[in-house]
């Protein structure tokens, strides 16, 4: 695997959307792109809400992406322009780049990449830029639109202002730099994006030291313990009914006022109960399925479609009941999908909303997406509206990529 991003020279006669977009750049600026640069979107085949507890995740890059059109000019201003029109257009000086994570526009995801590399790179100036964006990535739907979008600026920036670094180098400083706005994620959907190719209370319990573990990993690393084990823990030791806020001082042995302070985030300070039960058993068993579908992946079993179908359907069952973060149409989507012919569904992203992603057998993708058609979006006049942009056939996408004209 190439440890930077490729430089690929492709003909723009034979790439209809590279035509467009050089087409759209140039009735905006006047000039031609001096390079284009791409990130994909992701999936998660199964690994939610566990990145950011320590555990690996299964993501696969898609075909849909965040294209950028770029020059590089003294200008001292950073234009962005976004080929939809409901993107506002924005110009920003070089010197004057400020985030406000309090109105998330897309400039602003944008600009999080630009001052990630700005920073990784301690540079005092940046070059001026004029940058026409396209996404193909649906807006809204838990497939990282907004992470690929950071991923192209991040890109983009390093190119334009001449510089190289490593693939590993540039997903982590544009996982950081999304923090910018406000976005706290585990950094899975950078590494997919860069690196895709065509993998507490239960402390106290055990006389560890809670106040320096972080995540349930860190727990399970400490007391040498296979993921096995840790879900047996959980059985002996926390309950299934809701943790009072005194209680969980109570077992701690600290104030509320350190529960405020030292654990509980700024989204969760008004919380009354906490189901520690439950996120605790999604978070290990969810990782032991990652493991269980990478092994099928790698023996390669006669049944291993089944297998790994199965798998995704108790991931969606764990994030339904246990992590909570399904909600009723992800869960009647995951119904009609595995009715409708796929081998397994689940919901993909963070949840609460977005998309379901199924496994289903080729032989089947017609009928199967005219069957989800049918009953999930054609019933529902403002489903149906969105069917175009939201029912879709993808497949493995490769990683982030500079495309220079033949």
């Not at 964006?133 to 838990?142: C, R």
């Amino acid at each position: 695997m190439a440890t930077i991003p490729p430089k690929i020279k492709v003909p723009l006669s034979g790439n209809e959307r590279l035509q467009k977009l050089k087409e759209a750049f140039h009735g905006k600026y006047g000039q031609m792109p001096l390079f284009y640069a791409c990130a994909p979107g992701r999936v998660n085949l199964i690994g939610e809400h566990i990145d950011y507890c320590g555990y690996a995740v299964l993501p696969m890059a898609i075909e849909q992406n965040i294209l950028a059109a770029v020059s590089v000019s003294d200008s001292q201003t950073i234009q962005l322009n976004n080929t939809d029109p409901k993107y506002k257009d924005f110009t920003v000086s070089v010197d004057g780049i400020t985030i406000d994570r309090d109105n998330p526009q897309w400039y602003y995801y944008f600009l999080c990449g630009v001052r990630g590399i700005q920073e990784h790179l301690s540079l005092s100036s940046l070059a001026g830029m004029c940058c026409v964006v396209d996404g193909t990535i649906p807006a809204s739907s838990g497939l990282s639109s907004s992470s690929a979008l950071v991923c192209c600026a991040g890109l983009v920036t390093m190119e334009a202002n001449q510089k190289s670094f490593s693939k590993v180098t540039l997903a982590e400083t544009c996982a950081k730099c999304e923090r910018y706005i406000g976005t706290e994620g585990g950094g899975m959907d950078q590494s997919i994006s860069f690196l895709a190719e065509e993998g507490t209370m239960l402390a106290k319990a055990r006389g560890v030291d809670w106040r320096r573990l972080l995540k349930l990993a860190d727990l399970q690393k400490e007391l040498r313990a296979s993921l096995e084990e840790m879900l047996e823990l959980l059985e002996e030791v926390l309950h299934p009914e809701p943790y009072s806020r005194e209680e969980i001082c109570s077992t701690l042995g600290i104030s509320a006022e350190q529960l405020g302070q030292d654990i509980l985030s700024a989204n969760t300070q008004h919380a009354t109960q906490f189901k520690l039960y439950q996120r605790a058993r999604h978070v290990y068993s969810e990782a032991a399925r990652v493991l269980q579908f990478k092994a099928v992946c790698d023996s390669s079993p006669a049944n291993a479609v089944a297998q790994l179908g199965e798998l995704m359907n108790r991931s969606h069952a764990s994030c339904r009941d246990l992590y909570e973060c399904s909600c009723p149409e992800l869960d009647q989507l995951v119904d009609i999908c595995l009715q409708a012919g796929a081998v397994g569904s689940r919901l993909t992203g963070a949840g609460w909303g977005g998309c379901t992603v199924s496994m289903v057998p080729g032989e089947k993708i017609d009928s199967f997406l005219r069957t989800v058609s049918a009953r999930y979006y054609m019933p529902d006049a403002r489903r149906s509206a969105l069917e175009k942009q939201s029912l879709f056939v993808t497949k493995p996408g490769g990683g982030a990529a500079i495309f220079i004209e033949e």
